[in-house]
């Protein structure tokens, strides 16, 4: 990397520092750019030429907390557990993280969801990366024998993803809805689709008493 390059890098994490600092204490709509740039200490022109927008900057500046929190949950999910059991899990840890500061991740979800995958390409890489993730998970219930041999795991990993976006809009729409409640609603939905696609018997099972990996 050349001194420009590393110039530029290091302007980046100026303002990407400065962008969580001031999103954490007034949220999105409580700060503009040229805040985030007078904390940076650098020009609103650049702050707008390394983010076209104050949502591109709030999706790389909450991108982090995210990815951190997906790999943890994942290299802590529990082996000997049902499939809700693994699923509520993930479900739960995302949800805790979002109630630390759920106007901040409120905003984020609202400026993006509905935008085309190019537009917010860090949100879109991590939700594909959750569904894939629930996908693995679905195909080694498929082959222990507890899901149905004709069940598109892919497709079940959407759904399942579908509910939980579905209980995410629970938690920022009702504030008096605590993680415990929100989880609750999602475990009962999720447990429900679960019967469709399991085979009957097969769902309270505990993997090592049928003799699974």
Excluded: W
Aim: include cysteine.
């Amino acid at each position: 990397m050349n001194r420009r390059e590393a110039s530029k890098q290091e302007t980046r994490q100026l303002i990407l520092r400065a962008a969580r600092r001031l999103f954490a204490q007034k949220g999105l709509e409580g700060c503009t750019i040229r805040d985030i740039a007078r904390r940076a200490g650098v020009s609103p022109a650049s702050v707008v030429v390394h983010f076209k927008s104050k949502t591109a900057l709030l999706e790389e500046a909450l991108k982090l907390d995210i990815d951190q929190a997906m790999t943890k949950l994942m290299a802590s999910l529990p082996g000997d557990s049902t499939i809700l059991e693994r699923l509520m899990h993930l479900a739960k840890g995302f949800f805790r993280l979002y109630d630390q500061n759920r106007d901040l991740y409120r905003a984020l979800i609202r400026q993006t969801i509905f935008e085309p995958d190019r537009a917010t390409p860090d949100l879109s890489r991590q939700s594909e990366q959750y569904i894939q993730f629930l996908s693995i998970l679905l195909a080694e219930e498929k082959v222990r024998g507890n899901i149905r041999a004709e069940v598109n795991t892919e497709v079940a990993a959407g759904a399942i993803f579908s509910l939980y976006l579905g209980a995410l809009i629970m938690l920022f729409r009702k504030p008096e809805m605590t993680v415990e409640m929100v989880a609750a609603a999602l475990a009962a939905m999720t447990d429900s689709y679960l019967k469709g696609i399991t085979k009957v018997g097969r769902l309270v099972l505990h993997p090592k008493k049928r003799g699974g990996p």
